[in-house]
């Protein structure tokens, strides 16, 4: 998970806001306006023109009742909280969903990915006994829309410590298997690289040996590219629940499923701290990690994860549902946030308090939105 800078953005010296505006009983935050096509843009797409879709198959139009997605992503301070770690990879991975055909929806969403963003104060579940002025406040959180795409950086790692923390949780001290199966490099399209790897590792799970030695699994794919030979190196790392199982046989295994591939690689973790360490290692991993500045490889990747999963769950937690992160406080709409960062730039003590508690672990704690305030 990247973090933001520092430093705000020349967006965030604006004048001062009206009184008022920063109210518990403030209206909800408005959608941000989208700026106009630049050239530079415009050339950006163009500059991205190799896909793997015909010409034919990107329609031109939105489907009725879609509003068109905008070509330059919009620049405001909201946005800058959430995305100012990967802002260039962020540009690039749009303008390849442009190219790849994805729909205008997708677009809209991965747009405005972190707009219409506002502060929340948590009080103490007790505050209902006394006034609300007299409450203490615990702490503060931000609060946006998200798009909840894999190719958002902010969004995939979000889901991904849901993931990580309902694993570790399913486990629950008990020591944890962890196992990589790759295939042999070839110079094969992503998309029938993951369908074969895909394949043979359901071939493998049907085996008297992963039946008799695994009784759960959470297989969570990975994307690499090589950049001197530009080929695509896909791989499952499997974080498994079971009794011991011989490598000797586990390697013998794949080599007869998958007939040319014969590394794989297994190991046994004790420590509950290291297992939750392992799994958050790999399932936060950006999808755009190693190739983020191949336009063309991003737009092969979105093609080729397109309705894709990226997690596979058998056996015991087939059904598992991912456990979202919850407390006991009690959340209240302070204001928006651009009206915290007017007034904290206006020197006011107690917005500038509000920011210094968002920073504190290192990140700023944007959430998904809920309900409208």
């Known amino acids: 998970m990247p973090t933001l800078n520092d430093e705000p953005t020349k967006a965030f010296y604006a004048p001062s806001p009206v009184p008022g505006d920063f109210l518990p009983w403030a209206p909800p935050p408005q959608p941000n306006r989208l700026p106009p096509i630049s050239d530079d843009d415009e050339k950006l797409i163009a ?194 629940k079971g009794k011991w199982m011989p490598h000797a046989d586990l390697k013998a295994e794949w080599h007869r499923i998958t007939e040319d591939s014969f590394i794989v690689d297994i190991s046994l973790i004790r420590d509950p701290a290291k297992t939750a360490a392992y799994v958050a290692k790999y399932v936060t991993k950006p999808m755009v990690q190693t190739y983020s500045t191949d336009q063309p490889a991003v737009v092969e990747a979105i093609q080729a994860m397109h309705h894709r999963r990226t997690v596979l769950l058998t056996g015991d937690w087939q059904k598992l549902n991912w456990e979202k992160q919850t407390d006991d406080l009690l959340w209240s709409y302070v204001g928006t946030l651009d009206s915290l960062l007017h007034r904290a730039l206006a020197g006011e003590p107690d917005a500038v308090a509000i920011l210094t508690s968002l920073r504190k672990d290192g990140r700023w704690k944007t959430q998904e939105a809920g309900p409208a305030p």
């Open 47 to 240: 500059g991205c023109a190799v896909t793997l879709l015909d010409p034919d198959e990107i329609p031109d139009h939105p489907p009725r009742g879609v509003l068109p997605a905008p070509v330059q992503l919009p620049e405001s301070p909201c946005s800058s909280f959430r995305h100012s770690g990967w802002t260039d990879v962020r540009r690039r991975v749009y303008a390849a969903l442009r190219v790849s055909g994805a729909a205008e929806s997708r677009l809209r969403r991965f747009a405005e990915c972190g707009s219409h963003a506002w502060i929340e104060a948590g009080y103490s579940p007790d505050h209902t006994a006394r006034p609300r002025e007299e409450a203490p406040i615990m702490k503060h959180r931000i609060k946006c829309n998200t798009c909840r795409d894999r190719f958002c950086v902010p969004c995939a790692g979000a889901r991904a410590r849901i993931v990580a923390r309902t694993l570790v949780a399913q486990l629950a001290g008990e020591p944890a298997r962890f196992i990589t199966l790759t295939r042999k490099h070839t110079d094969a399209p992503l998309r029938d690289q993951i369908d074969g790897l895909y394949a043979s590792y359901k071939r493998l799970r049907k085996t008297v040996l992963w039946q008799r030695h695994v009784y759960a699994a959470a297989a969570i794919l990975e994307l690499t590219r090589n950049r001197d030979t530009q080929t695509w190196h896909p791989h499952l790392h499997v974080l498994a």
